[in-house]
Each structure stands twice: as structure tokens, then as C-alpha cells.
């Protein structure tokens, strides 16, 4: 089975980097697997415009490489920091840049067809703050990526990810209890991506979520 994982972080070295490779661990634990593992800081992707909706409009050759390792993946994984209540801003472009072939002509019907998702979110706020708010402010990177099609699995945020207060370096290679819960996630996720990868369907529940979201979308549609 094929699984991507896209990092958002910057820093070197990068705590959402490090969680990542212990997610793969727990994918690699499960069984064989080709994970392939794409830094977007690495990567050259021109800021969205609807041209790029133009099936005429030529891709750059990062994009389009990215664009085939998550048409030929039965999973996705995204790890990023949260800065200042949202993400890196060449996360969010990839994910509008992605409306481009995970979005049918109408640009109305997701085309991922129920992908596998998990999200990895690092912050140098503690816990109840991700759960009061920057869970909140962070909800379009699963939401967007659910109305592409994917099916989100679930996350892990990681609190606290600073040396200092105004300081910032790798502090998860130092918490034992948090790579091994991370990698733990990864060894669940894989097992959801190995039935998906051979019935070619995501969880009840997550197809059960699907229908009322297109249910929703078909009752806008009529409002508007």
C-alpha cells in the first residue's frame, strides 16, 4: 500500500519532522508499505489562481509529482506546525493548489474517493488551547480535505513544542511517551488504510459522514 506524508514544518530540526517519522515507524510496524515522505518547504509551487482550475494550465513539475503520489496513495498523512493559530501558508496553498485534480469539473464533488486522513498538528501552546481553539482555527486543513473526498481518520497534537518561551527547537525527540503514542497512531491508521486498500472504502462511520456532507451540499445547492 501507498501512503504520502506531507510536512509542513520549516525548522531544522523540526518537531512536526520528527512526529512524522515516528507515525511512519508505526505504519512500517503494521506491515509492508511504500511511504513517501514530501517536505513543501522543498518544494517549488506557485501560489493559487483559478488558471491553474484550466485543464490547459501547465503545472510545475513539484506539483505535479506531489499531485501522483496522492492519486496513487491509499493514504495521506499531513504533519504541520500551528503558528499563530493556523498553518504555514505553503500548506494552505497546496491544499487550494489540490482543487485542481481533487475536485471534479464542477469544482462541487470530491474525486479522492474516501482516502485515508491523518493530521499531525505540533504548537508551542499546551493542550487546552488546542481544544477551546486552535482546533477550531485549524479545522479547514481536515474540512478541505473532506470535501476533496478523504476520509479523516484523526489527529495528534503535540503541546508545548518550544525550548523557551519565545524559543523555538526540537523538543519531541525528548518524550518518549508522546513518539510512542504517535507511533501507536500509525500503526492504526495503517491498518485502516490496509482495508481500504483492498475493499477500496473507508470506515462506516467516515462513509456515514461523507453522505451527510454531500447530503448538506445537495440542500445549499437548492437554498441558493
Not at 514544518?9 to 523540526?14: A, C, H, I, L
Not at 506531489?66 to 496513487?72: A, F, R, T
Not at 487550494?96 to 471534479?104: E, N, T, V
Not at 487546552?128 to 473532506?146: D, H, I, N, Q, Y
Request: proline residues 4%; hydrophobic residues 40%; contains cysteine.
Amino acid at each position: 500500500m501507498n501512503i504520502v506524508v506531507l510536512v509542513a514544518g520549516t525548522n531544522e530540526p523540526s518537531n512536526s519532522y520528527a512526529l512524522a517519522d515516528a507515525f511512519i515507524q508505526g505504519i512500517h510496524q503494521h506491515g509492508q508499505a511504500q511511504v513517501d515522505k514530501v517536505r513543501l518547504k522543498d518544494l517549488k509551487v506557485d501560489h493559487f489562481t483559478v488558471d491553474y482550475y484550466d485543464p490547459q494550465c501547465s503545472m510545475e513539475e513539484d506539483f505535479c509529482a506531489v499531485q501522483s503520489l496522492i492519486e496513487n496513495a491509499q493514504g495521506l498523512v499531513i504533519a504541520t506546525p500551528v503558528w499563530n493559530f493556523g498553518v504555514p501558508a505553503h500548506l494552505k496553498n497546496l491544499i487550494d493548489r489540490m482543487g485542481s485534480f481533487a475536485l471534479d469539473e464542477t469544482r462541487s464533488r470530491g474525486t479522492l474517493k474516501g482516502l485515508p486522513l491523518f493530521c499531525i498538528f505540533t504548537g508551542g501552546a499546551p493542550v487546552p488551547a488546542w481544544k477551546t481553539l486552535m482546533r477550531k482555527t485549524t479545522s479547514f486543513v481536515p474540512e478541505g480535505l473532506k470535501y476533496f473526498g478523504a476520509s479523516y481518520i484523526g489527529h495528534h497534537f503535540e503541546g508545548k513544542c518550544t525550548v523557551g518561551r519565545g524559543k523555538f527547537g526540537l523538543v519531541v525527540d525528548q518524550r518518549p511517551e508522546s513518539i510512542e503514542a504517535v507511533r501507536r497512531k500509525g500503526f492504526d491508521f495503517a491498518k485502516v488504510v490496509s482495508v481500504y486498500e483492498k475493499t477500496g472504502k473507508a470506515p462506516a462511520k467516515h462513509r456515514a459522514t461523507a453522505k451527510i456532507m454531500k447530503w448538506g451540499e445537495a440542500v445549499l445547492k437548492k437554498v441558493t
